[in-house]
């Protein structure tokens, strides 16, 4: 297969300044092991994906990223992301029913653009492997097994393929939590997906999820919730804990916690968009300290703030596959340097304590239902 950024991908120690910004330099070692390295089972199914993967969730967004808006510019970027990871070696995708604009007005939604990309990518390279990972909405008017399945043959048709690796559960509904894992059992046994998770799930419904499906002989492979060095929630209230009993792998979304983690951003340089009312300049002020601890760090290493604690330090939690967002190529290889290397036992307990110092970002409310 060609590379079309074999010369940024694939590194690991060696970088370079170029415009004031942080590039990778090849590394044909690193090359090699990135394609030899094992993949990771999800949790107690047979799916199998690359340990770190990307999230799509900014791709066709028109309601909390791009500014509100979505042009030919960032399609364009967002398909070079893409190409980009696959192109790294990275193969995971995670996208949702509800990613990108809204699905009732028809217009273009993640799934959508993911679905795409992969057709016009194995148009060229007939031989590519991806690994899709969608979730299913509980919306109030959807009720009992069925729904389920409707809305996952909706999202097969919108991703053109025949069938996903990962089909996930976007949050807990108020009603219908029951009927929604059966639907996912179902999936499971009519060969529509390979494997089932859920996201933003306590640890109540956690045990009760993975027990409804067992006794179908179904593993639930995963839950997908918002986890990153500053929002620990899930190591405070037993979903860790749980994941690891329970030997479900817990997928990271918000990873890099919106970028906050990367150094990007000051109290004079805040996020644009909603970001800027949860990271303001008082939160930015108190979390200066411990990026500054990062970026040391990461000079140690021969790495970006991004690639050094807020993926490395999630990667070495174990059982943790962190899903950043990639809205452009340059991004997505960043997250390559991740891969490779681990941070020492002393380096992920020193972050972890200079980051309890600091407030919690705020979390998805819904995960506490």
């Known amino acids: 297969m060609a590379m079309s950024v074999s010369s940024a991908c694939f590194s690991v120690f060696s970088y370079k300044k170029v415009n004031r910004r942080t590039r990778a330099v090849a590394s044909e070692d690193f090359a090699v092991t990135l394609k030899t390295e094992d993949k990771v089972k999800l949790g107690g199914s047979e799916l199998k994906v690359t340990k770190l993967g990307i999230g799509a969730w900014s791709w066709g967004d028109t309601t909390y990223w791009n500014n509100f808006e979505w042009d030919d510019r960032k399609m364009k970027a967002a398909k070079a ?26 217009a273009i939604n993640s799934e959508t653009l993911l679905g795409r990309f992969i057709k016009e990518r194995k148009e060229k390279y007939p031989d590519t492997e991806v690994a899709v990972a969608t979730k299913f909405a509980a919306l109030p008017w959807r009720f009992g097994r069925q729904s389920v399945l409707n809305a996952l043959k909706d999202s097969i048709c919108r991703l053109g393929v025949s069938s996903i690796e990962l089909y996930q559960l976007h949050w807990p ?40 499906l067992k006794k179908r002989g179904i593993p639930l492979a995963s839950n997908q919730v918002n986890y990153s060095l500053i929002y620990r929630a899930p190591e405070q209230n037993g979903v860790k804990a749980a994941c690891d009993e329970l030997g479900i792998t817990l997928i990271a979304y918000s990873p890099i916690a919106q970028g906050a983690l990367t150094g990007k951003y000051t109290p004079e340089n805040l996020p644009t968009g909603p970001r800027s009312r949860i990271y303001t300049p008082e939160f930015l002020t108190k979390l200066q300290p411990l990026v500054n601890r990062i970026k040391e760090i990461g000079e140690n290493y021969g790495k970006t703030p991004t690639q050094v604690v807020v993926l490395n330090w999630l990667i070495a939690q174990e059982s943790v596959v962190p899903i950043p967002g990639a809205k452009n190529a340059e991004q997505a290889e960043e997250f390559t340097g991740a891969l490779g290397w681990r941070l020492s036992n002393e380096q992920v307990d020193e972050l972890r304590s200079l980051a309890s110092e600091i407030s919690p970002a705020i979390g998805f409310p819904l995960e506490n239902l």
Do not use: P
């Open 81 to 106: 992301a893409f190409d980009a990871s696959v192109d790294c070696g990275i193969t995971f995708f995670d996208t949702a029913e509800v990613y990108g604009s809204t699905l009732s007005l028809g």
């Open 173 to 212: 509904g108020v009603w219908g939590n029951e009927g929604y894992i059966d639907g996912l059992g179902d999936a499971v046994e009519q060969g529509l997906v390979k494997a089932v998770g859920v996201s933003n799930y306590n640890e109540r419904r956690l045990r009760d999820a993975y027990e409804r």
